[in-house]
């Protein structure tokens, strides 16, 4: 069974937020995967007030892509929902730095994003006039 990530998109001044980690050399969107019995809203209220330390307000599902995941090396669907939140952004756990990704920073490919957002995520963001 292919695993699911639950992705948060969440989009500022034609900017998306991105994450990143400890030891990690790309960065992500906020979220993860789904507890048992969990909702794809259920999973990302918990992993951003986990990671993030904010409440989402509202949640709508944007795309869904199939792609590898660069730490497990596994294919997993990732589901993405555009979200706005209230609160302010406070890394935790796992989350070591934030970074607001502009389509400056995809032409210019800095920082590194995993293969998944760059080839699936962000030419759509730009194709819809979000970045």
């Known amino acids: 069974m292919i695993k699911e990530r639950i992705s948060a998109i969440i989009l500022e001044n034609k900017k998306v937020l991105l994450v990143t980690g400890y030891d990690e050399k790309f960065y992500w969107t906020p979220g993860g995967k789904l507890n048992s ?33 660069e730490i497990s090396n596994e294919k997993q669907i990732v589901r993405c929902y555009i979200v706005s939140y209230k609160g302010n952004l406070i890394p935790q756990k796992e989350i070591t730095k934030i970074f607001w990704f502009s389509k400056e920073n995809f032409k210019n490919k800095n920082p590194k994003i995993s293969e998944g957002i760059k080839k699936n995520l962000i030419p759509r963001l730009i194709k819809d006039k979000f970045l």
């Open 37 to 69: 019995n969990e909702s794809h809203e259920q999973t990302l209220k918990r992993e951003l007030y986990e990671e993030l330390l904010i409440e989402p307000i509202s949640i709508k599902h944007y795309i869904d892509y199939t792609t590898i995941n």
